[in-house]
């Protein structure tokens, strides 16, 4: 479905995947993406978004800088080869951004792995999550959370308190 935003046009495009084991679908995994037409370079910039009460607020933060070998190496595991997530000099000249981008997957990966270490023997009934903002290699990202009545809620911080991403478990 194409929309006009305002910043351009948008295209969205809902990605589903079914796996299965034995015949019966294990896993049903609906990805929400959206297609950004090239920004006009002379348009003012949003500011970020941020929540300085997130991590004041969570039950608990977990801390972690993700480095280049490890985007090179999900990389690898996930055939994924667009230079945004391993050339520097491409994320910075060609994308304009600051650093290496840090893989969304992956940083679904760790938004969920947050929530089950601290939920544990919990097991997941759906997951959602919405990124924010770009998640840069070399930065320090906090993963705030906390569970409230079999829902887990977890927010990715920067150093700045920007949200980058914000996930929510549900629980069996």
């Given at each position: 479905m194409e929309k006009a935003g305002s910043t351009g046009r948008l295209v969205f495009a809902d990605i589903e995947r079914e796996f299965a084991m034995g015949g019966e679908v294990a896993v049903r995994s609906v990805w929400h993406d959206v297609f950004l037409e090239a920004a006009d370079p002379a348009a003012p910039v949003r500011?970020?978004?941020?929540?300085?009460e997130a991590a004041a607020k969570a039950d608990w933060v977990d801390e972690l800088v993700l480095d280049a070998r490890q985007l090179f190496r999900f990389s690898a595991l996930t055939f994924n080869t667009h230079l945004i997530h391993y050339d520097r000099a491409w994320a910075r000249d060609v994308e304009g951004l600051p650093d290496l981008l840090v893989h969304g997957p992956l940083t679904r990966i760790l938004l969920m792995d947050a929530?089950?270490?601290h939920a544990p023997g919990r097991m997941p009934a759906t997951l959602t999550v919405r990124a924010i903002a770009p998640v840069l290699v070399d930065r320090r990202i906090r993963l705030a959370g906390s569970t409230d009545a079999g829902t887990t809620r977890v927010t990715a911080l920067d150093?700045?308190?920007?949200?980058?991403?914000?996930?929510?478990v549900s629980w069996t």
């Open positions: 500011p970020p978004r941020t929540d300085a929530a089950r270490r150093d700045e308190d920007v949200v980058l991403a914000t996930a929510e």
